[in-house]
């Protein structure tokens, strides 16, 4: 917009209270600073395709815009921050917003897990990184979802579904043993699961305070 005398630079020339945010593929700077924005080509740059899907499928972009929310969301809190620091101190403020950017900094257990490890994150489906079981389950007219996210709910889940044999198994005492034994854990729990109809089993776990939901 410079060229039409409507950058950041020249409107906060003529107003220092004014708030500019400019949303942008990848900012003002920088190799692809020129280049248009589109939200699946971000999901594939940032790496969300790569952690979308199944580890035996292809690369999968998230059902909805990711990059174009989760950028307008930031683009809206930032917003808001400078004209609560305009109201404090009467001066604007010039926001650069990227869906690149955005998308990046959403990546949370992913990201987080390769920061602190090393290791390159992989698909997991509809898995957890980091907790188990915390995924997609069979049951005998259709599907569940099982969130799990400690080792008493773990425990009330194997007394629902007759898996008592996995409660008291040491490799699946803890979240820890859990995730390091996914592999077995997962399809023990999916043949068991199946066993019942969906609204049954709802039932069955809601009663027993264990985080449940269909599909």
Not at 16 to 40: E, H, I, K, M, N
Not at 152 to 172: I, N, S
Request: net charge neutral.
């Amino acid at each position: 917009l410079a060229k039409y005398g409507l950058d950041a630079a020249s409107l906060r020339g003529e107003n220092p209270r004014l708030v500019y945010c400019s949303v942008t593929g990848f900012g003002q700077t920088g190799p692809y600073a020129p280049l248009a924005g589109y939200d699946f080509m971000i999901q594939g740059m940032a790496g969300v395709m790569d952690l979308t899907g199944f580890p035996d499928g292809p690369p999968m972009k998230a059902g909805y815009a990711t990059a174009d929310i989760y950028c307008g969301l930031y683009a809206a809190i930032g917003i808001l921050a400078a004209l609560r620091r305009r109201d404090a101190t009467g001066e604007g403020a010039t926001l650069d917003m990227a869906l690149m950017d955005s998308q990046v900094a959403v990546l949370g257990y992913q990201a987080i897990n390769y920061f602190v490890s090393g290791v390159v994150p992989t698909r997991l489906g509809n898995g957890h990184p980091n907790i188990v079981p915390y995924d997609v389950f069979p049951v005998a007219d259709g599907s569940i979802i099982l969130a799990i996210g400690n080792d008493r709910q773990f425990a009330r889940l194997c007394e629902a579904v007759g898996a008592e044999e996995l409660r008291d198994d040491p490799d699946y005492g803890t979240n820890q043993g859990r995730v390091r034994n996914r592999a077995v854990l997962v399809p023990e729990l999916g043949r068991r699961t199946i066993r019942f109809r969906r609204d049954d089993l709802l039932e069955t776990l809601g009663k027993l305070k264990v985080p449940a939901g269909p599909v």
